[in-house]
């Protein structure tokens, strides 16, 4: 259950993130080119940022329909020029994922920031977790607390979003999502955490703060 949890969280992540969704009429245009896409791929969480435990790779995977409201935004009038969007790491019901896009110019950043950032974040992860969990009868979702993660001024465009719930069934598991997008100049990069409380291994909130400020940083070309 917390598995299949996880990997809908992470696909819903995923798609509210990601610029490139697989060569939807919607997607952006895509004219790579070799520097662009070195640095977007330079910009995403590398194995070596995890630190110790048994990170594994984790490809993003479709686990059905996005719920009502989360329709991937149009940015079919846009031009992306380098993206990074897997791998993404998991360890022990754990996740950690990232990111990136380069555009062709400023402008259609801030155009894809404008329009990635209005998909209601929230509504899609909460009813996420409520479409997955539908399929265990007897557990129950409590939100504890959502809003955004107060992580500083790493880069001139930045949106955080974070969410911590229960699981409440035979047995009470608690999570958390972290999600981090930050943006300067032709690119953006994306953090994501889903981590599960004990006896699973939770990703400390240190480690989730290093690991956007990377990303943060990496987008300084």
């Known amino acids: 259950m917390i598995r299949r949890l996880s990997l809908a969280l992470l696909a819903a992540v995923v798609f509210v993130g990601a610029a490139d969704a697989g060569g939807g009429a919607r997607d952006p245009r895509k004219h790579i080119n070799p520097a662009d896409q070195a640095w977007a791929r330079a910009i995403r969480i590398q194995h070596a940022d995890l630190g110790p435990g048994d990170w594994r790779l984790e490809q993003s995977a479709d686990t059905g329909a996005a719920p009502p409201g989360c329709k991937d935004p149009d940015l079919s009038d846009l031009v992306l020029t380098g993206e990074g969007t897997n791998p993404n790491w998991s360890r022990s019901g754990s996740y950690v994922g990232s990111t990136s896009e380069i555009w062709t110019n400023e402008r259609q950043a801030l155009s894809a920031w404008k329009r990635n950032t209005a998909v209601p974040l929230a509504h899609c992860l909460v009813n996420g977790i409520q479409q997955e969990i539908a399929k265990a009868p007897g557990v129950k979702l409590i939100v504890d607390s959502s809003g955004p993660i107060k992580i500083g001024a790493l880069a001139p465009r930045i949106f955080t979003y974070g969410l911590s719930f229960r699981l409440d069934g035979p047995r009470t598991v ?33 480690l989730e703060r290093r690991l956007a400020t990377l990303v943060a940083q990496r987008l300084k070309r």
Do not use: M, Q
Request: hydrophobic share 40%; no cysteine.
């Open 174 to 206: 608690k999570g958390r999502v972290g999600f981090y997008a930050f943006g300067r100049g032709r690119a953006d990069g994306i953090v994501f955490v889903i981590s599960f409380s004990k006896p699973l291994t939770p990703v400390s909130p240190a």
